[in-house]
């Protein structure tokens, strides 16, 4: 039962890189050393920075994987009580997500409560996303993105096993604060903060890290949230390097959720980082509405959730029709105006017209200095009526009643004659 030695060896990764552009791999063994010509020139194409200084992700990993812990499966095993049903936390795709208990690395102290993840064996999607976020999460570090502790490979009776260690975080997403029932509804000023840091780490990650990264899967359910709600982002299987210098985007298999992959993404296969600013602006507008993207349970022309929003402009007397009707009207109104703008500027048709993540966090920073949850009084304004209104909406409802009145009465009276005539 060995763990992950051949992370360690820089041939490796040579090797991965020319084989998957992703840095990742199918299988457990170090890949064979057949990539072509034509797979190495597209790496370089696909990379990010020069190609003299160029280091992509797997040679920074060389240089830090030492910051990783490196795990026994027995240890995790024994961390979450044998895989115990009752310490499941989440489940998808990938796999399952474990809470667990772990030592700390010199042995001293109390245990460090940790989500442990284990990647379905028999998924190939699983075992790539799974190389994909030690490699990625073994290089970039933030306070807006979710800690990768450490990891095991190991081979055993039960296969190959490989697990991911992450910080726990005890608020679980953001998803699960807007749209389940029964959590406590989200406070809108709760809700900029959240917004704020996502928009803060995919500003590291696009501008801030020695190389771009683009996220490539940026929702709700991926912003996880700590004991003080900070939000962080999580799950890097699908990250992918920037483009290099000289190069406008990375051609690749398009990948992601529905609802949240920008179009011009979906339609050609060229990923940039504005195909995540377009997903965030889809999260934006799911936190001022409280709505998914998609919600098929809906009526028809309401269950696009982008489609939907068109109806009510943020410059218009209408759009506090689109407010989550749980925040009870206790909101900004002008900070949501501001904020359902800046969502349409990164919902941009034309990616060069949308923002950089950097311009975002300076919007929303902006929008947050609005403090007065004045939602109620505009409530109040667009469903008030003056006695004269009022007067003139009873006087047209008794009109309509009379004459859908009227109309019966012709019904009946032909219908009579034409029996009369039989």
Not at 276 to 294: K, N, Q
Request: a positive charge; glycine letters at 8%.
């Amino acid at each position: 039962m060995g763990c992950l030695s051949y992370f360690m060896e820089k041939h490796w990764f040579r090797r991965q890189q020319r084989s998957e552009p992703k840095a990742s791999s199918a299988t457990v063994c170090p890949p064979s050393s057949n990539g072509s010509e034509e797979s190495v020139s597209k790496q370089r194409s696909e990379s990010s920075g020069s190609v003299a200084s160029y280091r992509s992700i797997p040679d920074l990993y060389e240089e830090r994987a030492g910051n990783l812990r490196v795990f026994q499966f027995k240890e995790l095993r024994n961390a979450t009580n044998d895989f115990s049903r009752m310490l499941k936390i989440g489940e998808g795709g990938f796999g399952s997500v474990y809470k667990g208990s772990i030592k700390p690395l010199d042995g001293k102290g109390d245990n460090i409560t940790v989500a442990i993840k284990t990647l379905n064996p028999n998924g190939l999607q699983g075992h790539k996303q799974w190389l994909a976020e030690v490699q990625f999460l073994g290089v970039l570090e933030h306070s807006n993105l979710v800690k990768l502790i450490g990891y095991c490979a190991a081979n055993g009776e039960r296969g190959a096993q490989r697990l991911l260690v992450y910080e726990y975080m005890p608020n679980k997403t953001l998803e699960l604060h807007l749209f389940n029932r029964a959590y406590p509804v989200l406070p809108w000023n709760k809700r900029l903060q959240i917004a704020l840091g996502a928009a803060e780490g995919l500003a590291y990650l696009h501008e801030g890290s020695e190389v771009q990264v683009i996220y490539r899967d940026f929702k709700a359910s991926n912003v996880l949230l700590d004991a003080e709600f900070k939000s962080k982002l999580s799950d890097f299987g699908l990250a992918r390097e920037g483009p290099s210098a000289g190069h406008t985007h990375v051609t690749t298999a398009v990948m992601g959720t529905y609802g949240y992959a920008a179009p011009d993404y979906v339609e050609t296969g060229h990923l940039t980082a504005k195909s995540d600013v377009w997903s965030f602006g889809v999260v934006l507008y799911e936190i001022l509405t409280g709505r998914h993207s998609l919600e098929r349970n809906r009526p028809k022309n309401e269950q696009q959730l982008l489609d939907w929003v068109k109806q009510f402009p943020a410059e218009s007397k209408r759009f506090s029709m689109i407010m989550d009707s749980r925040l009870e009207n206790k909101y900004s109104l002008r900070a949501a105006r501001q904020i359902a703008m800046l969502a349409d500027a990164c919902l941009s048709r034309h990616a060069r017209e949308r923002p950089k993540m950097s311009e975002v966090v300076e919007r929303l920073k902006q929008a947050m200095q609005h403090e007065d949850l004045d939602g109620e009084e505009e409530y109040v304004e667009e469903h008030s009526q003056t006695p004269s209104e009022a007067a003139d909406k009873t006087v047209k409802s008794a009109r309509r009643r009379m004459l859908h009145l009227i109309k019966l009465g012709e019904s009946a009276n032909v219908g009579g004659r034409r029996r009369l005539q039989l």
